[in-house]
């Protein structure tokens, strides 16, 4: 069994006993791989944090794969667990903490959470290991089919009390994972995700090559997310259609997924394919935001919505569906944008209709902040028991 170190290099590294030759990073942060979602994003914007503290950090990954992993710093070693399968991942991830002894391991999702407490257990270290909740599961485990799905509340019941400490990424999902895990409210901490980077701003202002963005073409309505289920693009898009009827407009769609086919056919449908574009993944989904009349959520439910941070920063209009959890609390309870019930498209498109018509809203500053990168980093940094270095 070999586990893989790398620098961005392309001569992988067998990792070895010898732990002068690979000494114990400050965090180990253990993911699934580096796919286009939030979550996976979150936790590269968390390191990149760390990194700018001075401290050092192992990215362990089930496996090394995803549309991040080109965005990892050099600074960060990648630990490849090279498992076909996320469970598959155990047994080297405990020859991990047994090599390596990290002081610290922070997981995110499932069921790379449950695998870390596992392999602490396994490897009989003591390795602080901090789990982290980015969904509202008692509805994601109701709504998905997938049997891995349905059985991750009895997971996390099961094994989240192990943990040395546990994060929610909002209030709502920390009140969900209260009920379901019969934790007490208190054992369960909230911590916002690091969101609003510094060069979330820059990147704003990079061109965007589409022609529906350039000057004094009709406004679009941008969504972004993994086509998928719980964002609930359908309503979305016959939403739109109600709009299309009353004014031009046009609906883009970022992200990639197993709905994208679906999707193509309910555009066709509803005689929207010269209106609504599905554009694929991008690396830079702020320029477009900055570029928008507004920005739609319409999801089912989430955990934190980092897209509605992302424009609410870039100042651009929101409109989302009042999903459990977290567009609520970013909106400030529709003080910074419209919420709609979740699944009402004529709800989505009366609030479509009513921001293109509307001024845009003043964000509070001190608001925003409680989203920053250096905000959230240090609440990281200390739940983690990080010394606390100065920012760079």
């Known amino acids: 069994m070999t586990i893989n170190l790398q620098k961005h290099s392309p001569q992988s590294q067998t990792l070895q006993p010898d732990r002068t030759s690979h000494p114990a990073p400050d965090v180990a942060i253990f993911l699934r791989e580096l796919h286009g979602g939030g979550a996976e994003k979150v936790l590269l914007n968390l390191a990149r944090g760390f990194i700018d503290r001075g401290l050092s950090v192992d990215l362990v990954l089930a496996r090394a794969s995803g549309h991040y992993l080109s965005q990892v710093p050099p600074e960060i070693r990648i630990v490849d667990l090279q498992a076909k399968w996320v469970p598959l991942s155990l047994p080297k991830l405990v020859r991990y903490l047994r090599q390596v002894q990290p002081e610290r391991l922070l997981a995110a999702l499932h069921y ?33 089919p997938q049997l891995s799905v349905r059985l991750t509340p009895l997971a996390a019941r099961l094994f989240y009390p192990w943990a040395d400490e546990i994060v929610a990424v909002s209030q709502g999902v920390a009140e969900d994972l209260s009920r379901i895990t019969r934790l007490k409210r208190d054992r369960i901490q909230v911590i916002y995700n690091p969101i609003i980077l510094p060069e979330l701003f820059t990147l704003a ?6 022609p529906w963005f350039r000057s004094g073409e009709p406004p679009v309505v941008l969504a972004v997310g993994r086509l998928h289920p719980q964002k609930d693009f359908p309503t979305l898009i016959r939403a739109f259609a109600q709009v299309r009827q009353v004014r031009p407009a046009r609906l883009a769609i970022l992200g990639d997924g197993p709905e994208r086919e679906r999707l193509i056919e309910l555009i066709e449908s509803l005689g929207l394919s010269n209106d609504v574009a599905l554009l694929g993944f991008t690396q830079n989904p702020y320029a477009y935001m900055a570029k928008a009349a507004m920005l739609a959520l319409s999801s089912e439910w989430e955990g934190l919505p980092t897209v509605l941070v992302e424009a609410m920063a870039l100042g651009t209009p929101i409109i989302s569906t009042n999903c459990k959890s977290g567009p609520a609390e970013i909106l400030a309870q529709g003080r910074y944008g419209e919420l709609t019930p979740v699944g009402d498209s004529d709800a989505i ?26 905000t959230c980093t240090q609440q990281y940094a200390d739940i983690l028991g990080v010394s606390q270095p100065k920012m760079k």
Not at 118 to 129: E, F, H, P
Not at 205 to 210: K, L, N, T
Not at 350 to 374: G, S, V, Y
């Open 205 to 210: 202002q990079e061109p965007v090559e589409h």
């Open 349 to 374: 498109a009366a609030a479509i209709l009513k921001t293109l018509a509307a001024p845009k809203r003043i964000i509070d500053p001190e608001w925003l902040n409680q989203f920053t990168w250096a």
């Open 112 to 144: 790379p959470c449950e695998i870390a407490l596992w392999a602490k257990r396994l490897a009989g270290v003591s390795t602080r290991i901090v789990v982290t909740e980015h969904n509202h599961l008692s509805i994601e485990s109701k709504r998905i």
